[in-house]
């Protein structure tokens, strides 16, 4: 069965210091990936997207993600973190063929100043 | 409004009572989607619609009742519903109903049944 685990719920990091959220997924054939972002209060906004070809995307604010086949991982990554980058962080995998997302529980992160 | 507008944002009911809530997405997509998201659990998709269709049912208890009157409006009707239904709705909406469109959500939801 599809699943998308993100194994970190909750991580902190000091303001500027680099910062990445782990995502692994199971799915047989190539998904379609995502991240997403809430911030408190809000829905979820789009970080990133991929789909295919180059395996490092760029995303807005500043984040980037890293597809990698041979471990099924889909990690975020950001070289310096802002406070107001503090929100949670959704991995997703999108199912060919259906209209499902599978979502992970999510990663909580709190930047200290 | 712009994007995808959820109402009420905070709704406060009791077991036996019926409500709705609403969605309406300003974006000209095609399809939209209701979902369920609770403390520590990954976000579950509750409906689908597409070209006001509905496409996805997930095995959702029928005290929840999704209605999609045109491609802008969502509704989700609620009736006798359970403590545990207490949650964030979340409304999103995409171009087509396919896995590889980004979605687009509302702000949520937030219901507690008493």
């Known amino acids: 069965a599809q699943s998308v685990t993100q194994p970190d719920i909750h991580i902190t990091v000091s303001e500027g210091a680099s910062l990445e959220l782990r995502c692994n997924y199971s799915?047989?054939?190539?998904?379609?990936l995502f991240w997403y972002v809430q911030s408190p209060g809000q829905g979820l906004q789009l970080l990133l997207k991929?789909?295919?070809?180059?395996?490092l995307v760029q995303g807005i604010k500043g984040f980037e993600a890293e597809f990698k086949r041979s471990q099924s991982s889909f990690n975020l990554r950001k070289p310096s973190v802002h406070w107001s980058d503090a929100a949670e962080y959704f991995c997703a995998v999108g199912t060919s063929g259906t209209y499902k997302y599978i979502f992970g529980t999510g990663t909580r992160l709190k930047v200290l100043a | 409004e712009t994007g995808v507008t959820q109402t009420p944002r905070h709704l406060v009911m009791g077991m036996t009572n019926k409500k709705s809530l609403k969605c309406e997405q300003h974006?000209?997509?095609?399809?939209m989607y209701w979902y369920k998201q609770s403390a520590k659990k990954p976000l579950e998709l509750m409906f689908v619609y597409s070209l006001e269709e509905r496409v996805e049912n997930n095995s959702v208890p029928s005290r929840f009742s999704p209605e999609c009157p045109n491609s802008s409006h969502l509704f989700l009707h609620l009736h006798t519903l359970q403590p545990e239904d207490s949650a964030l709705y979340l409304c999103a909406s995409s171009p087509a109903g396919t896995s590889y469109n980004e979605q687009f959500f509302g702000p949520g939801t937030r219901l507690t049944v008493l």
């Open positions: 991929y789909f295919s070809g180059d395996t």
């Open positions: 799915y047989g054939a190539t998904p379609y």
């Open positions: 974006l000209g997509h095609n399809a």
